[in-house]
């Protein structure tokens, strides 16, 4: 039985249904599980991650350029600790690059000590001013016409996909239930309970969590509110190809305008370079493809800050939605009465805010009700640990003890990233299992390389459908 | 932990050039070839069509089993194959590799590169749209197909109109998927001139010239592509359930950059001599990772010529005169070998290779130096796109050694 098991709770009746297992919900389920409660975690999709959490610029920020006093500014600096204490516990690759934002014009120029300030009053003080020869020194590759700099010695680069599926992973050890392809339709909130329509049946709980992503809104209206519309808006990225890496060391930011945070190129933690993303309002909520027009944009842009990396190899390209809404700020609020948290609108820093927004949610329903006894830690399972699959660290091809003690880590099936049949093995066995490529990417890195299966697709697609190996 | 072992000679890469070197080395020097494939062969493995061995071995066969006959060949000459050892890193002198059984450096005295080419994937094409699978290149559809017997749809686009292309088309059938389309950048004329009328009347299948797809669409499993005829500028759909993009080449040069090996600017392939020497004293290239792509067979030569050039290297010859630099000019993308050095052989076959971007049926070689015409050849065989144009090396006999690049080009 796991710790969390109350015996009084009937059987059929959750304490908390979690809506959404992306980066935010996964969070707030593994926060959850630290208390007596029985919860679930619902997502229509069949992996955890799989939407907006998968594609995104994964930094890791400072909250630096948040907007002060905002519940995303406070959120952002304290989730930007918490996550990077917790990566390191759990081994979600994360590498501190710091970043550089660099002004390209006067009036971008003119607008940094400004940017300086806001990030002291952000509570963030380690930012400083450089002039253009000292950006050049920093980033030689850059192209002509930098004016000046400031340096955000904290931002970082983390794995998005490990943070979610460390969240979720540590949440199902401490008996959350993992109730995946199962989209939410509808809500019926009765007295002591909600009838959550699924799918592929009811859920009932007590108190439900709406972290729903681009569909919060629909969500929200099923509780009878309206107080925001999701707008989705598209980020397109190239990612180029690892031997590009050389050719830039810190996160390149533009300089924030009215109209967003702009292109940036970054190192991955994967170890390749990535350029984007755009800022386009959709209407269609599931559009994740890329486009022409973004593509021109990009190349345009990544033209000015590092013409070198336009002519390399790209990689991959892909396209995330963020869940944009006609408010600055995140939808926060708790509804007692209803026992319904709303968390929506996480638009553009969710993967930073995660586990900030994950205590501040297990604060609001404590607040409004709901009966928070901590787990004591004797009683928690350990923290799991997480495949490694970025590049500063060691992987189990370059590690003559892994490959020792089990020759399938010496066996490499991904040759462009070095993935192992040991690591795919593991993947498939691991408590939430990969159920198609994307996902076996996602928790290897298998087929994401330059040649994108031009080796290793059929394999890795045999290992993926239990190795039936050759015909 | 690291094993350490040492080799006179190491190969990287077990295809028809390292196989063939080899075999060519192992009678009197001590060989390894590491192969990162369990088992060695190269692309021929999962080609599974005749066509293979002509030059070399002076018969005709089928991709596996020419690729099986050079790894005995190998073998049975004495060389060593390390199969399932990847070199994931190196100093030129040094390989760091992984295998099943544990991680071993190998020092070498000679390095031969033959690491071979891949097609461009989708991503790297640029080509927006959706991200479903059905998306494949010429090389994991063969490996679907032929390794591992998987399914691979019932319609299919293939994009490109190259030999590869045919390839495809032939692996399709095989598979019981209809190619629906196939597409060609390029005019009519030039279309055909490449391989396009003979594989057009023997499998039926429609080919749109002067066509891109522009688009991939479909959420899972793709169900369609948009095309764009620029000779319209009209755009349409095609239904497809998969869609395989062949051709546009790029070498394997990975570890040939990592080293800060001199590459071609038009192949991206790194810069040999017609020894086949790189820059790094006693690291040499053969294969396709050089001239991406050439049929097998000459890949194999490659492989031959690679190995006299190493085992000079080994008896001490040092002392290089410098080369002479040879550049392709429009519509001659690439050319190599891109060096040549006084009292260096001939390259492989007595020709350069040369990659065009146009055809021209009866093309006139023309190679300047100095702003001076030194060399004109007319070749009896046309310049046609998406596959090699040999170029006899006559055309330099007039190359002044001590004189700047050379560059060639096509006579308009
Ligand atoms: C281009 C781009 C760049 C970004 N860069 C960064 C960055 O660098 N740093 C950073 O911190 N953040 C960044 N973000 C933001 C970050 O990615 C998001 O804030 C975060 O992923 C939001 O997580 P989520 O869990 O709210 O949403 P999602 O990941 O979208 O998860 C919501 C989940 O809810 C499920 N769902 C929705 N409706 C239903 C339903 N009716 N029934 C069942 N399940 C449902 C979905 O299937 C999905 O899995 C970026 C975003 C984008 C798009
Ligand atoms: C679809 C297709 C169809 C073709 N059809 C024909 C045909 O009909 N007739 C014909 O003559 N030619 C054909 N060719 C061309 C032919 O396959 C190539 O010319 C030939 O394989 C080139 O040989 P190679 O040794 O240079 O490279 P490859 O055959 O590519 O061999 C390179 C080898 O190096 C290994 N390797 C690479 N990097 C490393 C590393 N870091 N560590 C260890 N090992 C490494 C690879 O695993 C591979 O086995 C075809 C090619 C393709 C793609």
């Known amino acids: 039985m796991s710790p969390n098991q109350p015996a009084a709770a009937p059987a059929d009746v959750f304490d908390v249904a979690v809506v959404g297992a992306g980066v935010v919900g996964s969070a707030v389920a593994r926060e959850l599980s630290g208390y007596r409660l029985r919860v679930a975690l619902v997502d229509a999709r069949h992996d955890v991650g799989d939407v907006t959490s998968k594609a995104n610029t994964a930094i890791l920020h400072t909250g630096f350029d948040a907007k002060p006093g905002s519940l995303e500014a406070r959120l952002v600096h304290d989730g930007y600790l918490l996550l990077t204490d917790y990566a390191e516990s759990v081994g979600i690759p994360v590498e501190r690059t710091g970043a550089l934002l660099v002004a390209w014009n006067a009036e971008q120029h003119e607008s940094l000590p400004g940017l300086r300030d806001k990030a ?24 002509p016409g930098a004016l000046g700099g400031l340096v955000v010695p904290g931002e970082s680069i983390i794995c998005p996909w490990t943070t979610t599926l460390a969240y979720a992973t540590e949440a199902k050890a401490r008996g959350v239930e993992l109730l995946l392809g199962r989209t939410v339709t509808g809500a019926d909130v009765g007295a002591d309970a909600t009838t959550l329509q699924t799918s592929a049946g009811p859920i009932r709980a007590r108190w439900v969590v709406n972290a729903a992503g681009l569909g919060s809104d629909h969500l929200d209206r099923a509780f009878g509110h309206d107080r925001f519309t999701i707008t989705p808006r598209r980020g397109e990225l190239f990612v180029f190809d690892k031997l590009t890496r050389p050719l830039v060391s810190e996160v390149l ?13 970054s190192p991955t933690i994967y170890g390749n370079v990535m350029l984007g993303p755009t800022a386009e309002d959709l209407t269609d909520r599931t559009d994740t493809s890329t486009s022409a027009e973004g593509f021109a944009q990009l190349l345009d842009k990544g033209r000015t800050i590092l013409p070198e990396l336009l002519a390399q190899e790209v990689t991959a390209t892909y396209a995330g939605l963020r869940a944009a809404t006609e408010h600055s700020d995140y939808v926060v609020d708790v509804d007692p009465a209803q026992r319904y948290l709303c968390l929506g609108g996480i638009r553009s820093t969710g993967l930073t ?21 901590p787990v004591p830690d004797a009683e928690l399972p350990e923290p799991p640990r997480m495949p490694y699959i970025g590049e500063s660290g060691v992987r189990p091809f370059a590690d003559p003890e892994r490959i020792a003690s089990d020759p399938a880590y010496g066996e490499i099936v991904c040759f462009c990233e070095r993935v192992t049949r040991g690591e795919i093995r593991d993947a498939l066995a691991s408590a939430i299992p990969p ?3 994307g996902g076996l990417a996602r928790r290897t890195r298998a087929t994401n390389g330059r040649c994108q299966g031009f080796y290793c697709g059929a394999h890795v697609d045999d290992l993926l459908n239990g190795g039936k190996g050759h015909a | 932990m690291r094993e350490q072992r040492r080799t006179r000679v190491a190969i990287v890469g077990g295809g028809p050039a390292g196989l063939t070197a080899a075999k060519a080395l192992a009678g009197t020097e001590d060989v390894l070839v590491i192969e990162r494939e369990a088992e060695a062969g190269g692309i021929p493995r999962h080609s599974n069509h005749w066509g293979y061995g002509v030059r070399d071995l ?47 450096s190998v020092e070498a005295d000679a390095v031969v590169l033959a690491t071979g080419a891949r097609e461009r994937p989708r991503t790297a094409r640029r080509i927006p749209g959706d991200r479903p699978a059905g998306v494949y290149t010429t090389g994991e559809l063969q490996n679907h197909v032929h390794v591992y017997g998987h399914s691979v749809g019932t319609r299919a686009v293939v994009v490109g109109s190259e030999l590869v292309s045919w390839s ?29 009328l003979a594989g057009r009347v023997a499998f039926g299948v429609p080919v749109a010239t002067r066509t891109t797809v522009e688009r991939v669409i479909g959420k899972g499993r793709v169900t369609g592509v948009e095309v764009l005829d620029h000779a319209t500028g009209r755009s349409r759909m095609v239904a497809c359930d998969s869609v395989v993009f062949t051709a546009d080449w790029i070498p394997d040069h990975e570890l040939a950059v990592k080293l800060g090996l001199n590459l071609q600017p038009g192949s991206l392939a790194p810069l040999v001599d017609t020894a086949l020497r790189t820059q790094a004293p006693g690291v040499f290239a053969a294969g396709n990772l050089l001239h991406p792509v050439d049929t097998a067979d000459n890949a194999a030569l490659d492989g031959r010529r690679v190995a006299a050039s190493v085992r000079r290297w080994l008896s001490g010859a040092r002392n290089l005169a410098d080369g002479v630099p040879v550049h392709a000019a429009e519509p001659l993308t690439w050319i190599a070998p891109g060096l040549v050095r006084p009292g260096d052989p001939a ?14 049926r009866f093309p006139t070689v023309v190679a300047v130096q100095d702003g001076r015409e030194i060399g004109r050849v007319r070749t009896p065989w046309p310049a046609a796109p998406g596959r090699i144009f040999r170029i006899p ?20």
Do not use: C
């Not at chain 1, 020869?133 to 030689?140: N, S």
């Not at chain 2, 088309?169 to 396009?196: F, I, K, P, Q």
């Not at chain 2, 090396?393 to 308009?412: C, K, N, T, W, Y």
């Open chain 1, 435 to 437: 159920t198609d490529r």
């Open chain 2, 58 to 104: 002076r018969t005709v066969t089928t991709g596996p089993a020419y690729a099986r006959r050079l790894a005995e060949g190998a073998d049975e000459a004495g060389a060593e194959l390390m199969t399932s050892a990847m070199v994931t890193g190196w100093d030129g002198r040094t390989l760091e590799v992984t295998s099943p059984n544990g991680l071993v």
């Open chain 1, 253 to 265: 930011l533009p300089v924030p305008s009215a109209k967003g945070k702009g292109v940036l190129i």
């Open chain 1, 353 to 373: 805010s995660s586990m900030a927004l994950a205590q501040h949610a297990a604060d609001l329903l404590g607040g409004a009700g709901l009966d928070l006894v």
């Open chain 2, 347 to 360: 390259p492989v076959g007595g020709r350069l290779v040369a990659w065009t971007s146009e055809y021209v």
């Open chain 2, 393 to 412: 090396f006559s055309l330099l006999a007039g190359l002044d050694p001590s004189g700047s690049a050379v560059e060639v080009r096509l006579a308009s």
């Open chain 1, 120 to 143: 002291e009053a952000n509570g963030y003080h380690e930012t400083f001013l450089i002039d253009a020869d000292a950006v050049y020194e920093r980033e030689p590759h850059l192209g």
């Open chain 2, 168 to 196: 495809a088309v032939m692996t399709l059938r095989h598979a019981g998927a209809r190619t629906v389309l196939m597409t060609s950048a390029r005019s009519e004329a030039d279309t055909y001139a490449a391989v396009g």
